[in-house]
């Protein structure tokens, strides 16, 4: 039973490009039914990999109004052969005719501008134009903007630091492109505390 299970373990990580659901069905099953702690380990690892495989698919299919890349960084290169494969997977979130919101301080998510296709960037540096979205620093104060349009004082919001500030230009980027009105947006960043299992808000003493 063990050199079938190790057979079909191999017969499967030989072919996790064409993985269908059935192929996770069946990984599902030996992944109950053995003992062993190293193929265990190896079946989840499959598991994963398929869940990769199945965002992948999807972004392919999303055809979204509106998709950002934040950055790309050396986060899972247990299961890509390098960095351009990486990226190139995470730009499946592209297809179709949406506007790019783009960190355009991070190389790898910049680079993924498509001609004919309408793009807005973000970054923690001046706005390069009006339509996009960075930091603007004023009598001592640091403001999300669009263009040289202040938006909201950083320091009015919960979750600190450039990189959240980071992640709420990249939100506001994306909300404007489907054209949400801005002051929801604004009171959701006023009032957001972050996510229980995160670092989050609790009081302010003093």
Not at 82 to 91: E, F, R, S
Not at 106 to 115: F, N, R, V, Y
Request: with cysteine; aromatic share 6%; net charge negative.
């Amino acid at each position: 039973r063990d050199a079938a299970l190790k057979g079909a373990l191999r017969y499967f990580e030989r072919a996790r490009e064409s993985w269908t659901p059935a192929s996770t069905d069946v990984v599902k099953r030996l992944l109950t039914s053995t003992q062993d702690g190293a193929t265990k380990k190896r079946l989840a690892e499959l598991l994963h990999r398929a869940n990769d495989q199945a965002a992948l698919t999807l972004a392919e299919s999303l055809q979204a109004d509106a998709a950002t890349v934040l950055n790309v960084t050396e986060d899972h290169m247990d299961r890509y052969s390098g960095m351009d494969t990486y990226a190139a997977a995470k730009a499946h979130i592209f297809c179709g005719n949406g506007v790019q919101v783009l960190n355009r301080e991070d190389l790898w998510s910049h680079g993924m501008a498509l001609a004919g296709r309408k793009v807005v960037t973000f970054g923690t540096d001046l706005p390069p134009s009006h339509n996009d979205f960075g930091l603007l620093h004023r009598g001592g104060e640091v403001f999300l903007a669009q263009g040289d349009t202040e938006l909201l004082n950083i320091a009015d919001m919960h979750i600190a630091g450039l990189h959240n500030a980071t992640n709420a230009l990249a939100a506001l980027a994306l909300c404007r492109a489907i054209g949400l009105p801005y002051e929801p947006l604004l009171n959701a960043l006023r009032e957001f505390k972050g996510l229980p299992h995160r670092v989050a808000w609790v009081a302010e003493t003093g």
